[in-house]
């Protein structure tokens, strides 16, 4: 039931007062766990910080997420929850509460909404490497209006309190388990709020885009989301030696769980504990500092039983259609964080040694660094193409042939980065990891967008608002997006939207994806 109604028939009946001196709604929703009460304004209705399960504290530290508590009365809910515990983080707005007791997700729907309503859904995994991020910083609103959706942003255990494991503990990925919880929170609750539990795309960039393609994996998740929109990352994301700098080897997201359990093992000595029952008594703020330990996603579970892209060769993904993409420079901040020094072309080469040892030489002819703003922008690109964009093609050409499939390339080269900070002079142009969300999202201290910037940012929230609606991103007001087939073709998002061979202009073939 929506409160103010009673409000309005009495400004109706006695003249009501113009829009700009209207107080906002506060609708009221009545859930299975209680009533929630949020606010209407600006052509939308926010509900935040609704528990989706209860507190994960104490003896739940470590457990699958549990069915949230119940409440008496009207719940406010017009403030987002607590992010989950995290280390400072420069996209990360700074003074957030943080909780160990922090999952809860916000709803913002079309003003005015109804149960009868049955919009299609939009749910949103935030990214941040499964160390830091929060659903709650993403303001959706220009998605809800331009599209009639209702989105909901999601917050999960990171970290240590998320992505830990130990021999005494059953599995792992109690983040992962968190976003199931909220998709079937989404399932059984979402048409109270207008929304169509049978038409939900489950959504994400970056740690949420590899969160999002490892649930299609999933069979505990089958059937809680209808498509999925993975945005730079994938199942394939992984970094050779070198490329988060000269002394880091190579990296990969997924790992057995026994290799996680070993590495939660040593935490566990290191801290004086023999057993799960001394971690689960010691304070968050012990365990806080070890966060960064624990960025990665365990397979051989019930939640994830093989390793995705293993998945996805043998076509186990849910057969669901898939809108997915990249910048074009999704490795060059990390570029230039490792390399904090312009590199020299001798430098450049001994990088790409100390990543790809004899094929070297043939990954320098294709990249040369003369082709490039710098060696440095040289060597972002091929760390671009072999870590992130080539992997997304190749799980791509697998999925299309299950599923209607779209892929892009964001390559707006006046976006901004998500720290805020230009990219120096001697990488430009380009277009960093994360660049593109400014263009569908607002946040809280994210820059506007520019004139020049909006009408890009008007097509893209046309093109996902349509598949969210359709599994087709097409519509008669946008130049056409071909489906992703044998054809390589994917759409490429510059100055307005054209067209580009994801092979042919990556080298793809070069990393044998």
């Known amino acids: 039931m929506v409160a103010g109604l009673l409000v309005a028939a009495t400004l109706a009946g006695c003249g009501a007062l113009p829009d700009s001196r209207a107080e906002p709604r506060a609708p009221l929703i009545d859930l299975d766990a209680g009533r929630v009460r949020g606010i209407e304004a600006d052509g939308v209705a926010r509900f935040r910080g609704i528990p989706y399960a ?51 997700l916000d709803v913002t729907a079309p003003a005015g909404d109804s149960a009868k309503a049955a919009r299609p859904v939009l749910v949103w995994i935030p990214g941040g490497g499964f160390v830091t991020g929060a659903g709650s910083i993403y303001d959706p609103a220009r998605l809800v209006r331009a599209g009639g959706v209702v ?6 255990r990171l970290g240590v309190f998320g992505f830990y494991a130990h021999p005494g503990l059953r599995g792992s990925n109690f983040g992962l388990q968190d976003q199931v919880a909220a998709l079937a929170w989404v399932r059984d609750n979402i048409a109270h709020f207008g929304g169509d539990p049978g038409r939900v ?53 997924w790992q057995p769980l026994t290799t996680i359990q070993h590495t939660g093992r040593g935490l566990a000595s290191r801290l004086g504990c023999s057993d799960v029952a001394c971690l689960r008594d010691l304070p968050a703020r012990a ?47 990390f570029t230039l964080a490792a390399y904090p020094e312009p590199l020299t072309a001798d430098r450049y080469s001994a990088v790409l040694r100390t990543a790809f040892g004899q094929a070297a030489a043939d990954v320098e002819r294709r990249y040369p660094a003369t082709d490039f703003p710098s060696p440095t922008a040289a060597a972002g690109r091929v760390f671009s193409d072999r870590d992130w964009i080539c992997p997304s093609w190749r799980t791509g050409r697998q999925h299309s042939t299950k599923a209607p499939t779209y892929a ?56 996902w608002t349509a598949f969210v609606r359709s599994a087709d991103p097409n519509g008669a007001d946008r130049p056409h997006w071909p489906r992703f087939d044998e054809q390589n073709t994917a759409i490429r998002f510059q100055d307005g939207a054209g067209q580009v061979d994801m092979n042919a202009g990556h080298h793809c073939e070069l990393w044998g994806l």
């Not at 019930?302 to 999704?330: C, H, I, M, Y």
């Not at 006046?414 to 430009?428: C, D, F």
């Not at 506007?448 to 097509?459: F, G, N």
Request: hydrophobic letters at 35%; a negative charge.
């Open 54 to 104: 209860a507190p994960p504290v104490g003896e739940r530290r470590w457990h699958p997420p549990q069915p949230p508590n119940t409440w008496r009365g009207i719940r406010e809910a017009t403030t987002s929850g607590p992010v989950c515990l995290q280390p400072e983080a420069p996209e990360m707005p700074p003074g957030l509460d943080q909780s160990e007791d922090c999952l809860t």
């Open 151 to 156: 989105v909901v942003t999601v917050n999960y």
């Open 201 to 253: 795309t489950l959504a994400g960039a970056s740690a949420g885009a590899m969160s999002a393609c490892t649930l299609l994996t999933s069979p505990q998740a089958r059937g809680l989301f209808q498509q999925a929109i993975v945005a730079s990352g994938s199942c394939r994301t992984s970094h050779p030696a070198g490329a988060f700098g000269e002394a880091v080897g190579a990296i990969s997201t």
């Open 287 to 333: 365990l806080l500092p070890h966060t960064a330990g624990f960025p990665l996603l365990a397979y051989g579970t019930e939640l994830v039983p093989e390793e995705p892209a293993r998945a996805f060769d043998s076509g186990k993904q849910a057969e669901v259609p898939l809108l997915q993409g990249n910048t074009a420079d999704e490795h060059l901040e």
């Open 408 to 463: 892009y390339i964001f390559a707006a080269e006046s976006a901004p980065t998500p720290a805020g900070n230009p990219l120096p002079p001697h990488v430009r142009p380009a277009t960093a990891h994360g660049s593109d969300l400014y263009y569908l999202f607002d946040f809280p201290t994210g820059p506007a967008l520019t004139a020049e910037q909006q009408p890009l940012a008007d097509l893209l929230v046309g093109y």
